[in-house]
């Protein structure tokens, strides 16, 4: 089912060309920019709190927690491989680095992200790898769209569909979660459940 999704995914957004806004997670925002990032849910918890630097790095510290598992604590580093810029969509591709600590295990840490959208939908593909003591790999893939279209300091309402893989020393797990996201101005929250599993999101950039 993974590679499905994923490989689907992945056709989606180089054949529709390759977004620095709010629907998307981006992992550089604007110069001097700053984001807190919090995702809880069924399986992990993730926090993240980084400073851009310029608009294509940022450095920053992050929390990743398995609910099974010691958190993970790392410094990480965030680069904009390249954007795309087109009169009615936006893309991006992004790669990640950087070193962790877990229960005293010095690991390291590599992730990308590519992700393509318009006002109205948007595609995302994003995979961390981490390395160390326990080895984890999560692979989330994401189809969204927008009931309506509305201005950035309006109430922003946007349905997603979230396939997730997560692979670890205890064997490998998939599913998928309907999500909303709502958004305005700096502020993003979503929220999902699939009945068994859910997922929670708190954004701020300033």
Do not use: C
């Not at 060309?17 to 925002?29: C, K, L, R």
């Amino acid at each position: 089912m993974r590679n499905l999704i994923v490989g689907t995914v992945i056709m989606l957004i180089f054949g529709l060309g390759f977004s620095a806004s709010p629907t998307v997670a981006n992992p550089v925002i604007y110069q001097d920019g700053k984001m807190i990032d919090i995702i809880i849910d069924s399986k992990l918890t993730d926090v993240q709190v980084f400073d851009s630097l310029t608009s294509q790095w940022a450095l920053g510290y992050r929390y990743f927690k398995e609910s099974n598992q010691d958190p993970r604590h790392l410094f990480q580093v965030n680069g904009l491989v390249h954007r795309w810029n087109e009169p009615e969509s936006q893309a991006n591709v992004y790669l990640m680095g950087g070193a962790s600590l877990q229960n005293q295990v010095v690991g390291g840490y590599l992730g990308a992200q590519a992700d393509w959208e318009t006002r109205r939908y948007y595609i995302s593909v994003a995979t961390d790898q981490f390395f160390g003591r326990n080895p984890l790999n999560q692979t989330v893939s994401r189809v969204g769209f927008a009931p309506y279209l509305a201005e950035y300091d309006e109430l922003n309402t946007w349905f997603i569909l979230q396939a997730t893989q997560l692979s670890d020393s205890s064997g490998t797990s998939q599913w998928i979660l309907p999500m909303v996201r709502l958004f305005k101005d700096n502020i993003l929250v979503e929220f999902g459940t699939n009945g068994q599993l859910y997922s929670g999101t708190f954004r701020v950039h300033f």
